[in-house]
């Protein structure tokens, strides 16, 4: 029998536990029979937007990443699409109204073909130190493809953050490859 699947806070803070608490109150956390972006099948998922584009819980997510930050020295935060569309731009605005700016850019799963015909969009250079954002990590395959198109392009990931860990080998993957992952919150199984 599978075990209890349980929300929790991984950074315990006023901004995490308040997180929590709005994916509950949003029904973020659903049960029932999911197929994950994986192809993997869970009697539970996490639905990121529903917390990332409520005003609330969008500012706390952004506040929370922000104050991981900015001790480190990043150039930019970048996203995967498209979970952490909102994420980077939350940071951004949050970076702005701090006094900090740290601009943002997103990472496409491929180049476009019109338009800059660009893999990356909006604010990163070649050698500029930049965290990594996504909404929930599973088994981490996403953040890790946009991490070497980051990479390829120059840049240095010093951080990668999530709003959920699903504690299901992505976070183990990404801290295997030598990153320094961090999550708001996870899930846990009793």
């Known amino acids: 029998m599978e075990k209890e699947a349980?929300?929790?806070?991984?950074?315990?803070?006023?901004?995490?536990?308040?997180?929590?608490?709005?994916?509950?109150e949003v029904g973020a956390f659903l049960r029932g029979e999911f197929t994950l972006t994986s192809g993997k099948k869970s009697n539970y998922y996490f639905d990121g937007k529903?917390?990332?584009?409520?005003?609330?819980?969008?500012?706390?997510?952004?506040?929370?990443?922000?104050?991981?930050?900015?001790?480190?020295?990043?150039?930019?935060?970048?996203?995967?699409?498209?979970?952490?569309?909102?994420?980077?731009?939350?940071?951004?605005?949050v970076s702005h109204l701090e006094g900090k700016p740290i601009p943002?850019?997103?990472?496409?799963?491929?180049?476009?073909?019109?338009?800059?015909?660009?893999?990356?969009?909006g604010h990163f250079k070649a050698g500029y130190r930049v965290a990594m954002l996504d909404d929930v990590c599973t088994t981490g395959g996403s953040v890790l493809k946009a991490i070497k198109a980051v990479e390829a392009a120059g840049g240095k990931v010093v951080k990668v953050m999530v709003l959920v860990d699903r504690l299901e080998g992505g976070s183990d993957l990404l801290k295997a490859e030598g990153y320094d992952f961090q999550a708001l919150l996870k899930i846990t199984h009793e």
């Open 6 to 24: 349980s929300l929790e806070v991984a950074i315990n803070n006023e901004n995490t536990r308040r997180l929590r608490e709005i994916a509950t």
């Open 50 to 93: 529903k917390v990332n584009l409520s005003p609330e819980g969008i500012y706390r997510v952004g506040k929370a990443i922000f104050d991981q930050l900015v001790g480190l020295k990043v150039d930019a935060v970048g996203g995967v699409p498209v979970g952490a569309y909102p994420v980077v731009a939350a940071v951004a605005l």
């Open 104 to 121: 943002a850019f997103i990472v496409r799963e491929e180049v476009k073909e019109h338009g800059t015909k660009s893999r990356i969009e």
